[in-house]
């Protein structure tokens, strides 16, 4: 032993109480562990006789009032559910003239209504019609009976004319009714009706209706009573009915009655134990039901009494533990710190007089200022990647792209990207040959770098977000961001000036001709591609003679308004959109894509070649997608075709039908042949199963798909559904067997998969005949 306390001592002066750290954090944690286990214990034991003694039976009590609640729902769902039952068509006038002998149909629905009505509650046990005309006879669900003895008829007259109510609850002992003191529900019949002719009794499981009343006692302890508030009838949970009831019953119904009201709760002593008592009133179809719940008052607060007093010894117990565990978890609680420092250290000896989180600190400024090297050198980096990103989203890389993403790759680069409007400007150089040495052959990028360098330097001066896209081929792109509610004549005076100086610069340092466009100003962000696209065809309507010019895209000059106009970004969205297979998005897209051509008073010839291109690319999409179009296109000269029509309308209809409707079914027509091998598979499965229980669900989680397709892929394959189609071979089938064999109609409605009555009907409406009458035409 003194072994141990040695070593111990030696682990500990191991660990070094001169670090301030471990020292501090070690008083700390026996603090924590000790003092507050100990009040908590001591507080718990000392307020749980009083307050918490209160608060349980409070609890308890709110217990009783909730499940008591809810047993009145459920009572009042039952009386809801059984009133509606009197307003069935099947209950109407006309039974007083039934018919059992002739009408055995109505004699089959009364029998099927009973047992839904015995089956709709938990509660009841047995549901019985009475029929007073045209003579006394009672229904249960499987059989009926005449009345002849006077006393049975006596007893439901008297529930006929005792009451007032349409609906009512009685404890009158009724003939085969059940066991004696059974309650029933009883509903006059027809509904509504002042001289009623019928009952519809329904008599309560008492076992259930205990032991749905059973449940306002939520320990295994203690009793439950019931009883009308006349005192007619009484059950109690432990089994007693009224007059039978146990000495503690009785005086428990004595002692809430001498207390004279509707609901409460008190502590009853009796033969030595206390009980917590509630009591409370039920209102059911113009009666009032009482129910009393007793419980030991030990099955509710003993437990945590115990457990009060275990709190504290547990609390004693591991007062002395963590004694012993504190310097453990303070030693383990350093060994990171220790491994931490360890490796900032490199393994050397810290003699510094700062505690260990000063050398933290120390080394976390290191990383700090290393931290802002860094993000400078990303600074340093973000021109050339926001230029890349202006490069591809002007080049479309981004069409797929939400509108969104857009907006907030822009605020990642440092741009504002909410309420803005954009502006595309474009600057060519020409004229590079006429330079007369002054640059080499391969100065290309040196030219077309200066030039951007320029631009963007003017541009900075004048306008605050601006983005420069340098093309490498003697242009240069400048994507501008304004304020939504800037003016448009303003922007357009404005970009006029600006661009005006840009090319005069651009001239004068550089010595090139230099055309400038700037394009419309548009809020959406997908728009830029489209706008860049635009100002780059502006400039195909240069004026070749003229160095200096500025051209505003969708203002081409008048020499230039016979020019024709190409929307390649729509001509991309529309074979997008013909790849997907969507026809009508795609429809829509070459609607706008001949509006586009046909703007600004373009010809019929510029149009006509505008769409035959597109029919190009189409075609080289399908050679793309794996298509020949030549079967594809059924060998046709589309091109022709094309060429002989004249009106915008008609090509945009002529492409809807021949080129895309075409396209797209050929795409979907590659999905409907694995539809059809499936619908294949379905019908010989069916051919071979015809007389097993068979159903679409079933077929369809056999053959991994759902309902939904199967069903539409049969129809489409075969050209029946797929009830039709089972029914079919199973009469083809039977049809054989009547012709073929001496089965009896049964055992050949059993081996196609039919019941016998069903059989008969199935097979008439789809023959005309019955099975027999079949058989024997065929047999003559």
Request: proline letters at 3%; charged letters at 25%.
């Amino acid at each position: 032993m003194g072994g141990f306390v040695k070593s111990w001592f030696r682990d500990l002066a191991k660990y070094k109480y001169n670090r301030r750290f471990f020292r501090k954090s070690l008083v700390l944690i026996l603090l924590i562990a000790s003092i507050p286990g100990a009040i908590i214990g001591t507080s718990i034991y000392v307020v749980s006789g009083s307050k918490l003694e209160g608060e349980l039976q409070r609890l308890h009590r709110n217990q009783i009032e909730e499940r008591a609640a809810n047993i009145d729902s459920q009572l009042s769902y039952l009386e809801l559910t059984f009133s509606h039952w009197e307003f069935e068509p099947t209950f109407d006038e006309n039974l007083k003239h039934l018919n059992i002998s002739l009408q055995f149909e109505r004699v089959q629905e009364l029998y099927r209504m009973l047992l839904i009505m015995e089956s709709s509650h938990p509660l009841l046990n047995k549901v019985e019609l009475y029929l007073d005309k045209p003579k006394p006879l009672v229904f249960d669900k499987s059989e009926y009976r005449y009345l002849s003895a006077a006393n049975d008829i006596k007893a439901y007259e008297a529930l006929m004319s005792g009451s007032n109510r349409a609906v009512f609850w009685t404890d009158d002992s009724l003939p085969g009714g059940g066991e004696k003191g059974s309650l029933s529900l009883v509903n006059k019949l027809p509904g509504g009706s002042l001289q009623p002719f019928g009952l519809l009794v329904a008599t309560v499981d008492s076992a259930k209706l205990m032991q749905m009343f059973g449940t306002l006692n939520p320990y295994n302890e203690g009793d439950t009573i019931v009883a009308a508030e006349d005192g007619s009838w009484a059950m109690s949970e432990s089994g007693g009915q009224a007059g039978s009831l146990s000495p503690l019953d009785q005086a428990l119904r004595q002692k809430v009655e001498d207390k004279r009201t509707d609901a409460g709760s008190f502590l009853y002593s009796y033969k030595g134990k206390t009980y917590s008592v509630s009591y409370g009133q039920l209102k059911r179809l113009g009666k009032t039901w009482s129910y009393i719940s007793a419980v030991p008052l030990t099955a509710i607060t003993a437990p945590i009494m115990n457990m009060s007093k275990s709190i504290i010894y547990i609390s004693l117990a591991g007062l002395a533990l963590a004694l012993i565990l504190s310097w453990l978890v303070s030693k383990r609680i350093y060994v990171p710190i220790e491994r931490l420092v360890r490796n900032l250290t490199g393994g050397a000896r810290n003699d510094s007089q700062q505690d260990e989180f000063g050398l933290f600190e120390q080394q976390l400024a290191e990383l700090s200022r290393e931290r802002e090297t860094m993000r400078s050198r990303l600074d340093e980096q973000l021109p050339l990647l926001r230029e890349g990103f202006f490069l591809q989203l002007v080049q479309g890389h981004f069409l797929s792209h939400e509108e969104s993403g857009l907006r907030e790759k822009l605020r990642m680069y440092g741009w504002q990207s909410d309420e803005r409007q954009f502006i595309a400007i474009l600057f060519q150089l020409n004229g590079f040959s006429s330079l007369q040495g002054r640059f080499s052959a391969d100065d290309e990028d040196l030219v077309t770098f200066a030039a951007a360098n320029i631009v963007e330097e003017l541009a900075r001066e004048q306008y605050e977000q601006v983005g420069v896209i340098n093309f490498h081929d003697f242009s240069v792109g400048l994507l501008l961001s304004f304020p939504a509610d800037h003016p448009a004549g303003w922007l357009t005076e404005d970009l006029d000036a600006f661009c005006t100086n840009v090319v005069h610069t651009l001239k004068r340092l550089l010595r090139m001709q230099v055309t400038a466009s700037f394009s419309r100003p548009t809020e959406f962000v997908q728009q830029i591609p489209r706008i860049f696209e635009e100002t780059q065809q502006a400039l195909q309507f240069r004026d070749l003679s003229d160095d200096l010019q500025i051209i505003q895209a969708g203002q081409p000059s008048e020499a230039s308004a016979m020019a024709s106009h190409y929307p390649f970004s729509l001509e991309k969205e529309i074979i997008h959109a013909i790849r997907n297979g969507l026809e009508p998005e795609a429809v829509d897209l070459i609607g706008q894509f001949l509006e586009e051509l046909s703007r600004g008073g373009a010809t019929e010839l510029s149009v006509q070649q505008g769409m035959l291109q597109l029919l190009a690319g189409i075609r080289y999409t399908a050679l793309q997608s794996g298509l020949n179009p030549v079967q594809l296109f059924g060998g046709v000269n589309l091109f022709d075709q094309l060429a002989q029509i004249k009106e915008p309308e008609q090509m945009l209809r002529w492409f809807e039908h021949k080129v895309v409707a075409v396209f797209v079914q050929e795409l979907i027509s590659r999905q409907d042949f694995f539809l059809k091998q499936m619908v294949e598979k379905v019908v010989a499965y069916l051919r071979t199963q015809y007389m097993e229980a068979l159903s679409l669900d079933s077929c369809a989680e056999r053959f991994g798909t759902s309902p939904y397709t199967l069903s539409r892929a049969f129809k489409q394959v075969t050209g029946i559904n797929f009830i039709d189609y089972l029914t079919q071979i199973r009469i083809d089938q039977a049809k054989s067997l009547l012709r073929e064999s001496e089965l009896r109609i049964n055992d050949i409605a059993d081996q196609v998969g039919y019941r016998h009555t069903y059989f008969n009907r199935i097979f008439k409406k789809y023959e005309g005949i019955t099975p027999s009458h079949y058989r024997e035409l065929n047999r003559v």
